[in-house]
């Protein structure tokens, strides 16, 4: 969806679907970037106990370390991913909130313009520069 600069497009109903396809795209990207941190540690702990079990029956030590290596890895995207999990609801709740003030601010002159029979002007008519 794109954004407009004036007209239809950043009228009150268009930003409230705006609004609303925002804080849907948010709340997907916190479940999938939980769902991937989780696998990432589930990653993580069978690389531990993979080099657990190579040291154990004495496998090369530098294979034992490029697994350790590995299971830092999948550690660091799961950290990253639960960072992203706190960003994306940050983002939500911004645009829950920011819904809640539009419609606050705007929703009872909508409902006044919408049951008027009287032509209104365009949004953005009345913007000031």
Do not use: W
């Amino acid at each position: 969806m794109t954004i407009g600069m004036e007209g239809a497009s950043n009228g009150y109903l268009a930003l409230v679907a705006k609004f609303r396809a925002l804080r849907k795209a948010a709340s997907g990207l916190m479940e999938e970037s939980e769902r991937l941190a989780q696998r990432m540690r589930g990653n993580a702990n069978t690389a531990i106990q993979l080099a657990d079990l190579s040291a154990a029956a004495q496998v090369d030590p530098q294979h034992v370390t490029t697994i350790e290596d590995i299971a830092a890895a999948f550690g660091s995207v799961a950290g990253r991913c639960t960072r992203l999990v706190g960003a994306a609801d940050v983002m939500h709740t911004a645009a829950g909130h920011l819904h809640h003030e539009h419609q606050a601010e705007y929703g009872g002159i909508h409902a006044a313009v919408t049951s008027s029979r009287a032509r209104q002007a365009k949004p953005g008519f009345y913007q000031q520069n």
